[in-house]
């Protein structure tokens, strides 16, 4: 069954490193989501991807924020100067068929820790 | 915007019990409704969805009614097991938005503890 993956699985960074998320999404599917997750608190959406720009993006997802989807594979989040707060699981999600049905596919998540 | 509720947890029950975890939700539009779960040290698997009013979702012994009159989507399961203990999500997709981008709007997240 096709899945969703993303490394690396944990990445740990100083505290205003540039880190790079990446995802490969179920490979024909159209649509392609960030979300992350601090740790005991909700999941929360960041910004969604269609057809090689931003369709949605939530109030979290600032300029420190960008997403890119570099070749017909990947799909990255790349926070440009963390912060001590961006500390979270993050999660890639990607869905096939345009419509709010559809089911979301979520991959397994990176561990975010900023030191 | 759009909203959604859960019950507080953490649930504890034993084995064989019966569940309900309470979800209601706030809407501008029409939305789909999903549970969503994540075993621990897991990413999100998606448990059942409704699409609109009055379906019923099921799998794995789980179910959920969309209910409009009430903005609920309640997860039941008439017999728990220890493998059921995981931390469960109520999410919603407003398709009012149009355009099939839209983000998912989560709960919180119930912990549920099934305990032999």
């Known amino acids: 069954e096709p899945e969703v993956t993303q490394t690396p699985s944990h990445q740990v960074t ?21 979300y992350r997750q601090i740790l005991g608190q909700k999941v929360e959406f960041l910004v969604s991807f269609y057809n090689n720009e931003i369709s949605e993006k939530s109030e979290i997802f600032d300029d420190q924020f960008s997403v890119e989807r570099p070749d017909g594979s990947n799909f990255t989040l790349k926070i440009r100067s963390t912060k001590l707060e ?21 991959g397994p998540g990176t561990r975010l820790t900023v030191l | 915007g759009d909203s959604v509720t859960q019950m507080e947890g953490p649930v504890t029950l034993s ?13 501008t539009g029409y939305p789909s409704l ?15 969805k409704a699409t609109k009013a009055d379906d019923k979702g099921s799998n794995k012994g789980f179910e959920a009614t969309y209910r409009k009159e009430t903005t609920s989507f309640h997860l039941e399961k008439g ?28 709960g919180k997240g119930t912990h549920l503890i099934i305990q032999p």
Request: charged residues 10%; glycine residues 10%; contains cysteine.
């Open chain 1, 86 to 106: 961006d500390s979270a699981m993050y999660f890639c999600a990607s869905r096939g068929t345009s419509g709010s049905t559809d089911t979301q596919y979520f």
């Open chain 2, 34 to 48: 999903f549970w969503y779960v994540q075993y621990p040290g897991e990413g999100l698997q998606l448990l059942l």
């Open chain 2, 79 to 106: 017999s728990v097991q220890v493998s059921d203990s995981a931390v469960y999500f109520c999410a919603l997709s407003d398709g009012y938005s149009g355009g099939g981008a839209d983000g998912l709007t989560f």
């Open chain 1, 14 to 34: 100083q505290m205003g490193q540039e880190v790079i998320l990446r995802c490969v999404p179920i490979s024909n599917h159209l649509y392609f989501y960030w």
């Open chain 2, 15 to 27: 084995e064989e019990a019966c569940l309900t975890i309470n979800c209601t939700y706030t809407a």
